[in-house]
Structures are given as C-alpha cells and as structure tokens.
C-alpha cells in the first residue's frame, strides 16, 4: 500500500521562475493537505482541498501561490515568481474522506525548495 | 484547538522508556489528543491518539490524566531510531478532516 507521494524531491529554482510541486495522497483518501516547513522553524499549515475544491486556504500566502487538487491526477502546489524566503520544505499529507473515529493525516517525504 | 506545552528537549538511553509530556490544561470535551513526530528531514509521522482512556499501540502508549489536563507518551524501549521531534496536539475530532497545528515540540535525542 503505497504512501503519500511527492515530486520532486529536491527543487532548485532561480528567481523568479515558477516551482510546481506535486503530491500524490494514498490510495483511498480524498482529501489533501499542505504545509511549510521554513529553515529551523515548524511546520506551518497552508491549504487543505478535497478533490475539486478548496476548503480552507487560510494559510496560504495571498500572492503567487496556488494549490488545485484535480479530479484526476495529483494535488499541486504552484508557486509564481519564486524568492529567497520561499526556499523551504514542503509537505503533503492525505486523510481518508470518512476520518471515522480517527483524524489522523499522513505524509509525504517533502519536497526541498531552494531559491537560488 | 487547545494550546499545548511541551519542554523543548530531553534525553533518554538507549534501551530505557521514554515518557513525554505534554500540559493542555484548556482542552475541551470534545478534543483528542494527538501525538506525531518528525525525524530529521523527513514528513512528521502519526504515532497515537486518545480522547480520555489510556492507548497503546505498537509504537507507543498514550496515557492522559483523568482531569485531562496532561498528557505522555510512553516510547517503552527507545531506539536510537526514535531520535526526534514529538509533537502534541489537541484537535476536535469531526468526521471532516481538519489541518493540524504543529507548535515547537519536543527533541527527544535517544543516547546509545
């Protein structure tokens, strides 16, 4: 039973390009989160979809990010125009569409996002 | 969610229980406590759950006191593996998921 998958796992970036970070959840579960890990802090919640929508964006930053999770396909994590302070690890985690008796989410090995 | 407090590192042997603590003297109710934790560089990892009765699982055990107010984790015989940063979390549990909020945790460095 395969984990939560994300790709690529290492990203280098230039300044002012665009980074696209793809996360694959488990098998079953419908529902997509994703947080952000900066250099020597903790991880800080950023969106949460379910297929087709966005449910909670509010940690999200208001400009040059974006987060869809298509019908079909992965979930991704779009980032425009890239700066020094985006360099960060980012993280995947899916949760099962019925969290039953249980809420917990499980993640993926992270993407590393440096900005060059 | 309930606030929780951690103490920011400890010790244990190798071999030897590690037992965690955690204060969350505001929860409520109707919030569970969750614990995770995250090896060096890798995605933070479920570990337990628990509302009110003791849980143990096969990676830890989970006991909170009867006011609710704290909780520990219990890693029975810590391996040097088991090197990490625990988190505590108090989240009300709901039949739709909600995101979790990771505060500073504990560093738990197992000593061979």
């Known amino acids: 039973n395969a984990g939560v998958m994300q790709n690529p796992r290492h990203l280098v970036r230039r300044r002012g390009q665009e980074a696209r970070l793809r996360c694959s959840p488990m098998?079953?579960?419908?529902?997509v989160y994703w947080y952000r890990q900066l250099p020597e802090e903790g991880l800080k919640f950023m969106v949460y979809?379910?297929?087709?929508?966005?449910?909670?964006e509010s940690g999200m930053p208001k400009e040059r990010f974006s987060a869809e999770f298509p019908k079909e396909g992965p979930s991704i994590l779009r980032i425009q125009q890239v700066v020094r302070g985006d360099s960060a690890a980012y993280f995947c985690?899916?949760?099962?569409?019925?969290?039953?008796?249980?809420?917990?989410?499980?993640f993926g090995p992270g993407t590393r996002l440096t900005v060059t | 969610d309930a606030k929780t407090t951690q103490p920011p590192s400890m010790d244990c042997a190798e071999g030897r229980a590690a037992n965690l603590p955690c204060n969350h003297s505001?929860?409520?109710?109707?919030?569970?406590v969750y614990w995770y934790r995250q090896i060096h560089s890798q995605g933070p990892q479920y570990i337990i759950h628990?509302?009110?009765n003791n849980e143990t699982n096969e990676m830890a055990s989970l006991i909170i006191t009867e006011d609710r107010k704290s909780s520990t984790l219990i890693l029975p015989h810590a391996t040097l593996r088991d090197t990490a940063v625990y988190y505590c979390?108090?989240?009300?549990?709901?039949?739709?998921?909600?995101?979790?909020?990771f505060g500073s945790g504990t560093q738990l460095t197992v000593l061979p």
């Open positions: 985690a899916s949760s099962p569409l019925l969290a039953g008796v249980s809420g917990e989410q499980y």
């Open positions: 098998k079953g579960h419908s529902h």
């Open positions: 979809l379910q297929k087709e929508n966005i449910i909670d």
């Open positions: 505001t929860i409520s109710g109707n919030e569970y």
């Open positions: 628990g509302l009110k």
């Open positions: 979390i108090v989240r009300l549990h709901s039949g739709s998921a909600r995101q979790l909020t």
